[in-house]
Nanobody, 125 residues
Framework: QVQLVESGGALVQAGGSLRLSCAAS????????LGWFRQAPGKDREFVAA????????NYADSTKGRFTVSRDNAKNTVYLQMNSLEPEDTAVYYC??????????????????WGQGTQVTVSS
């Protein structure tokens, strides 16, 4: 089992920045990829970014590329999502998710095995 706990969500003005954290515990050695997803009210869960646990390979959604940066600190078993130039459209609950298998794509929620409880990000205009 892998446990994931997100933190760092807040209310921020448009153009501002936030850094989300995802702390992993349990069988972290089994993690292949850790992804960030978000879900706004009435919308499907949307891929944001992903990072491979061991090699640092990153992947971003088109909507976040150039504004968001995903990184990891393996010593702390923590993955970060630095979000800059935030827009009201970024308002959502942000989730981190762990995948224990290799997969051809990072953006499919059903490919992930463990999920955190989510953290709310609200961007005001």
């Amino acid at each position: 089992q892998v446990q994931l706990v997100e933190s760092g969500g807040a209310l921020v003005q448009a153009g501002g920045s936030l850094r989300l954290s995802c702390a992993a515990s349990g069988r972290t050695f089994s993690i292949h990829t850790l992804g960030w997803f978000r879900q706004a009210p009435g919308k499907d869960r949307e891929f944001v970014a992903a990072i491979s646990w061991g090699g640092g390979r990153t992947n971003y959604a088109d909507s976040t590329k150039g504004r968001f940066t995903v990184s990891r600190d393996n010593a702390k078993n923590t993955v970060y999502l630095q979000m800059n130039s935030l827009e009201p459209e970024d308002t959502a609950v942000y989730y981190c998710a762990a995948r224990i298998r290799n997969a051809p794509r990072d953006n499919k929620p059903h490919e992930y095995d463990y999920w955190g409880q989510g953290t709310q990000v609200t961007v005001s205009s």
